[in-house]
């Protein structure tokens, strides 16, 4: 290619060490993942319009899919996904017939949201997923469940605590027609926008796009400001009551005391969180970063009662999305790879007729489960371990009689046997190095896959 390399804002391409810090991070929440019983799916990157809009309103958001080309069978219905809850949920209602209910699914793919980028908002970006959906109806134990995973996820991760906020679509909506809301998504929308444009625009909105009263919308904000302790008294206060209160009530706390029961602490009733896709039904989930609460919510989700069906049964789920690209903007610059390239150890060639026998000892570390590659030239040794050096290879082996291999950042020489030499475990693989809140990590569990 030639001409000039035009740069796309909101498209993240990660320099070779940030791409192996991605991949550790994911594999730590895929672990995760896997240790409370989840299992992998991937879904296709587009879906029918029709499908993408059942989450409300999305359409500025959704890039379409449309050939350079276009003839009578143009794809001018698809979108590329926004999420990744409503492909899963037309996953489910698809193969309902071939999945074992209550479904426990985790998916790690990107997705595409036309947004305005800026930091933490990328265009094409990384999310992981983890939800559960049954059939007819859901055992609210799911929703305590959740956020203990994400919350265990998060945690394996080299950032600081994470609190997860949490809010009820019932409760919220009870209360928003109680202040004389006709349609209370409206309202959920624009309280939604209030860490974005901030009270006073949400105030105005409230009044001139939810048509309330200039008293409904200053207490919208008070409800707003309610979160903690005390949330069931303080709803009192402002004259919130009635049987959908309660009940909305009901299942919020039931949420927070369960999760602090096991984690204490790790998650807050907070009244201000509304999540605006139209999908989500009951429970709503947001997670700040300590110290980091600019960056915005690290992970958010919710129940969903409607969006999964196939006609005969619906399946109603609670899942909870971690931005993968979001953390990694943040955590690039206090935590990195190791190296830059998987590789463990150089083997240097001592002169081009003997590359065959370098290459013979780099199959046989290979095929023991170690990284390997052979010098590119026969150059002099002292070249042949800048080579390693400047790559971040910790080893550079030697043949000779006997071989041996040295440890480059120590200067240590061993003799070695390929059938069985080992390198220390934290060394195998490129592990994490360094934390977002600087006490010191280094991740040794080994491979990045």
């Known amino acids: 290619m030639s001409g000039p390399v035009t740069s796309l804002s909101g ?13 550790l991070v994911v594999e730590r929440i895929r672990r ?4 409370h019983g989840f299992t992998p799916i991937e879904t296709r990157a587009v879906e029918p319009i029709e499908q993408l809009s059942r989450g409300g309103e999305i359409d500025k958001e959704v890039y379409l899919l449309r050939r350079l080309r276009a003839g009578s069978d143009d794809d001018a219905g698809l979108g590329l996904h926004y999420d990744l809850t409503v492909p899963f949920a037309r996953y489910v209602g698809e193969n309902a017939g071939r999945l074992d209910f209550p479904f426990r699914r985790y998916q790690i793919q990107k997705v595409w949201r036309g947004e305005r980028p800026q930091e933490g908002r990328f265009r094409e970006f990384l999310q992981a997923d983890v939800d559960v959906v049954d059939r007819d109806a859901l055992a609210a134990q799911y929703e ?18 994470v609190r997860i906020l949490v809010n009820n679509r019932l409760l919220a909506e009870a209360c928003y027609r109680q202040l004389g809301a006709t349609d209370p998504v409206v309202v959920l929308r624009i309280v939604d926008k209030l860490a974005k444009i901030g009270p006073d625009a949400v105030e105005r ?13 200053r207490l919208c904000l008070r409800l707003g400001e309610i979160r903690g302790a005390g949330v069931d008294e303080r709803l009192h206060q402002l004259g919130f009551r009635g049987a959908e209160v309660d009940r909305g009530l009901e299942e919020l706390l039931r949420v927070v ?11 807050e009733a907070d009244l201000s969180i509304a999540r605006g896709l139209d999908y989500y039904t009951g429970t709503v989930y947001e997670t700040v970063l300590t110290g980091h609460e600019d ?8 129940r969903y009662d409607s969006l999964a069906g196939d006609g005969k049964s619906r399946y109603p789920g609670v899942g909870m999305s971690i931005g993968v690209s979001r953390l990694l ?50 150059e002099k040794y002292g070249k042949q371990i800048r080579y390693a050096d400047r790559r971040g290879i910790p080893f550079v082996w030697f043949p000779g009689e006997p071989d041996t291999v040295k440890d480059i950042r120590s200067g240590e020489q061993i003799p070695a046997d390929a059938a069985v030499w080992e390198p220390p475990e934290h060394d195998r693989w490129p592990s994490l190095v360094g934390r977002l809140d600087g006490r010191g990590e280094s991740d040794d569990r080994g491979s990045t896959t």
């Open 144 to 161: 305590v469940e959740i956020p203990l995973v994400i919350g265990e996820a998060l945690g394996a991760l080299p950032i600081p605590q």
């Open 329 to 378: 903007v943040r955590l690039f610059g206090a935590v990195t790879a190791s190296r830059a390239v998987p590789t463990c150890v150089l083997v240097a060639v001592p002169s081009e007729e003997q590359r065959a026998r370098s290459a013979a000892v780099a199959e046989r570390l290979r095929a023991r489960g170690i990284p390997v590659e052979v010098a590119p030239r026969a």
């Open 295 to 302: 960056l915005g919510s690290v992970s958010s989700g919710g």
């Open 205 to 217: 909105a409230l009044v001139e796009e939810a048509r309330l009263e200039p008293t409904a919308a």
């Open 32 to 35: 995760v993942f896997e240790l």
């Open 257 to 267: 005391d369960g999760v602090n029961a096991v984690r204490p602490g790790l998650v």
């Open 11 to 23: 498209y993240p391409e990660w320099l070779p060490r940030e791409r192996i810090a991605e991949q």
